[in-house]
């Protein structure tokens, strides 16, 4: 079974991209994939900014990364870039740790305005860190994920079946990348 990390970048917990992300996590443990989760607002803010890549308690969530087959990366889109703490996090990554990673990059944002920045902001990064193939994405307007309390959020028809989509594009990629797993 291949193994899928999701890393969401949002500085809030009860945030409509860690919903976005915990969705996606599950639609794909549906798919039979065992997956994991990291929060990069749960690390240790002064591990992530000294880049203290030897730094115990950041451990975890690196060899998940570096075990993983695919890595869906969340972040929520301010000032037409994804978030400082999800950049913290990456630069900690090795010069090509999403090497041979099938990679799924989806963004929330306020305004559309900021729908290209998944093209524009990460997919330059994740192509850096070595991901040769990352696949479409998806933005979706904040106004589209609606909080119904206690942390709880419902998406917009329309913007569930898109979001089937691009995960189910991810995992049949990760399929054709990794066949035997």
Same mark, same amino acid.
């Given at each position: ?95 090509f740790g999403l090497l ?15 729908v290209l920045a998944i ?14 193939? /990352? ?30 989509? /691009? ?15």
């Amino acid at each position: 079974m291949s193994l899928i990390v999701t890393i969401s970048g949002s500085p809030g917990a009860a945030s409509r991209t860690s919903a976005l992300t915990t969705r996606v996590g599950r639609a794909l443990a549906g798919q039979g994939f065992e997956v994991e989760s990291i929060n990069v607002r749960d690390l240790p803010a002064a591990d992530l900014i000294h880049a203290a890549t030897d730094a115990p308690a950041l451990q975890p969530a690196l060899a998940l990364v570096e075990r993983a087959r695919g890595v869906v990366i969340a972040t929520p889109i301010y000032k037409a870039s994804y978030t400082g703490v999800l950049k913290t996090f990456l630069d900690l990554l090795p010069q090509f740790g999403l090497l041979d990673k099938v990679v799924l990059p989806l963004a929330t944002g306020g305004t559309l305005a900021h729908v290209l920045a998944i093209d524009y902001a990460l997919r330059p990064v994740l192509h850096a860190l070595g991901a040769h193939h /990352v696949v479409p994405g998806l933005f979706v307007l904040d106004k589209l994920i609606t909080s119904l309390g206690d942390g709880q959020f419902e998406l917009d028809p329309d913007i569930q079946a898109r979001l089937q989509t /691009v995960v189910d594009d991810f995992a049949r990629s990760l399929h054709r990348r990794h066949p035997l797993t």
